[in-house]
C-alpha cells in the first residue's frame, strides 16, 4: 500500500513525526544479539538466548504451515550446522511418537529448515517436537523445542475456525516494550483458531525502526532496534534480518508454536508498491533493480516461512523471475479451500490504470488461468480468496498512478479491473458458489459488498470482501470505494488522521468461523482487546447475501 514510509528521506535515522477464551488445546549473529538483546529490557519481553554453547540451539522458536488434512510444515532455526529432527505423538508425553528426518541446516539457508510432515490423522491434535543434532556427531544433541497443531477435518461435521490479518512492524512502530511487545499475537493465540492466514506484508523491509518516537501528546513510543532495521533492507542479510526481527517478539514466538499459518506475500516483503521490471528512484537504495531485490526477498522468504511453495524450471515464474511461485491452493477438508493469490509478482507496472485491453492485469494471465482451473475443480463448502490487496478500494501509488486494482473510476471496467471482471464473470457463468473475499493491505478494517445492481460491470453474481489489519503498524484512514463492482462499504472502523501508532489506534484481525452441520460461515471483524466490531453471517450455496 502507498504508505508514507518513516526514514525515506535520504538523511540516515530520519523519522517524520507520526500524525497524530481458554484454549482448546493444547543466531543472531554479532552486532544484532546485543543490540536485541539490549532494547529488550521490559514488559516481560526477553530476546532469545543466543551465545553459542557445545550443542545446536532453536531459540527462534518453531512454526507450522500449509496444514492439510494429513500433512503440514515444520520450520526451525538453528545456531549453527545441524540435522533438523521432528518428533511427532499424538500426547504432549510423546508415547509412540514419530521420527521425520528433516534436512542438514546450514549457511546457505541462514540455518533454517523445514520439514514435511505426511501421513497424519486428521482432524487430530498433534503434538510435534523438534530436535537439533550435530551433523558430526549426532549424540550430541541441543534442547528440544515444542508445538501442537490440529490436522484439517475429513468429515464436514467437523467446523472450522480461523483468524486473518497483516501488516506487522509497519510505518517505524515495531517491538515496543513498554506495551508488551505485539499484543494482537496473543489475543489470537488466546483464541485458539485452527490456523492463521497472513494476508501479506509480513514484514515491511523497506520501514526502518528507530529507538524512539514522539507522539503528537508528548508519549514516547520505544522500539527494540536492530541493524538490519536500521536501513532499507537490500542485501539477503539484510531481508533476513527483517524475518528475524518479528521472532524476537515473545508473542509472536508463542503464537507460532501452537498456530499454523497460511504465508501471503505483498509489497513490503521486497518494498513499497514494487512492481516486475521497476527500477527505482530513491536514495536510500543503492541497488535500484526490483528484480535483483525481489529475488533476494524471496529467497529469504522462502527460508523464513513454512510455506509449500513450488519451484518452477527453468527459473521463470515466480517473485522476481527466480521460479519461486507463492500462490497455491491449501485444501483444508470438505468445508474450506483457501486460494493463496499472489499479486505482486506477476502484475504490470503501476499507471494511471486506465487502459482498455490489459491482459497480464494484477495476477498475469498464468496465475488467472490457473485460479479458473482451481475454483472450477474445487469441491470445498467455501473458497476463500486470500487476495493481498483489496477489489474496490482505491489504493494511489503517487499523484497519478494506481497500486491495486480499482482507479477510483466508478464506470465500465479499464485497466486492472478488466481481468477482475473475467474472474468474477467465469464464477457466475461456472455456478461456482461460496467463494469469499479476504485482505489486509489497508490499514483499517472494513466489511465491502459487492452486488450488480450498483455496478457499472453488471455480470457477475454478488460477493463480500472483508479487510482487517494491521497487527503491529501504522493505522490509517479508510480508503475511497470505486463503484465498477458496486460495492457497498456496510460496516468500516478506521482513524481520521495517517499513520496513528498502536498506542493510538487499535490493531486489527479478522475471525472465520465454519459451522460443521450447517455449514454457515460466520465472519467477525476484531479489534485489540478483545471486541467483536462486526459480525455477518454467510449460508452456502447461496448468492446475494
Sequence with gaps: MSHPVPGSSPVPGSFPVPASAPARRGVLRGSLAASAALALGGAGLAAPAFALSGRPRAAWGVQTG???????????????????????????????????????????????????????????????????????????????????????????????????SGDVAGQGWGINPDVGGFRAYDEMRRLDPDFFLCSGDAIYADG?????????????????????????????????????????????????????????????????????????????????????????????????????????????????????????????????????????????????????????????????????????????????????????????DGAADFEAIAQGDPGAPLGRELQIAELLRFVKHRRITGTLWLTADVHHTSAQHYAPERAAFKDFAPFWEFVSGPLAAGGFPANALDGTFGPERVFVRAPERANLSPMESPQYFGEVDVDGHSGDLTVRLRAEGGKVLFSKVLRPGRVGQ
Design 208 to 396: 526502518v525502526i528507530e529507538p524512539s518516537v514522539t507522539l503528537p501528546d508528548g508519549r514516547i513510543w520505544r522500539n527494540v532496534t536492530t541493524p538490519e532495521k536500521s536501513k532499507v533492507a537490500e542485501t539477503l542479510d539484510e531481508y533476513r534480518g527483517n524475518f528475524r526481527y518479528n521472532l524476537l517478539d515473545h508473542n509472536v514466538r508463542a503464537f507460532n508454536a501452537r498456530v499454523p499459518s497460511i504465508v501471503q506475500w505483498d509489497d513490503h516483503e521486497v518494498r513499497n508498491n514494487w512492481y516486475p521490471g521497476q527500477i527505482l528512484d530513491d536514495p536510500r537504495y543503492t541497488e535500484k533493480d526490483v528484480d535483483v531485490l525481489a529475488a533476494r526477498a524471496a529467497r529469504a522468504f522462502g527460508e523464513y516461512t513454512p510455506v509449500s511453495t513450488l519451484h518452477l524450471p527453468g527459473g521463470h515464474g515466480g517473485p522476481g523471475g527466480r521460479g519461486r511461485r507463492v500462490h497455491r491452493v491449501v485444501r483444508y477438508g470438505p468445508l474450506l479451500d483457501v486460494f493463496v493469490l499472489d499479486m505482486r509478482s506477476y502484475r504490470n507496472p503501476n499507471s494511471p490504470n486506465r487502459q482498455a485491453d490489459d491482459t497480464t492485469g494484477i495476477l498475469g494471465a498464468g496465475q488467472l488461468a490457473w485460479l479458473k482451473r482451481e475454483l472450477a475443480a474445487s469441491t470445498a463448502v467455501w473458497k476463500v480468496l486470500a487476495a493481498d490487496m483489496p477489489i474496490g478500494l482505491v489504493v494511489p
Design 66 to 164: 500449509d496444514v492439510t488434512v494429513s500433512s503440514g510444515l515444520v520450520w526451525v532455526r538453528s545456531d549453527r550446522p545441524a540435522r533438523m529432527i521432528v518428533e511427532t505423538s499424538a500426547t504432549e508425553s510423546f508415547r509412540r511418537a514419530r521420527r521425520h528426518r528433516g534436512p542438514l541446516l546450514g549457511a546457505g539457508t541462514d540455518f533454517t529448515g523445514t520439514t514435511a510432515l505426511r501421513g497424519l490423522p486428521a482432524g487430530e491434535q498433534i503434538h510435534y517436537r523438534v530436535t537439533l543434532a550435530d551433523p558430526d556427531d549426532p549424540r550430541r544433541t541441543g534442547e528440544p523445542v515444542t508445538g501442537t497443531f490440529r490436522t484439517a477435518p475429513d468429515r464436514r461435521r467437523d467446523g472450522v475456525r480461523f483468524l486473518w
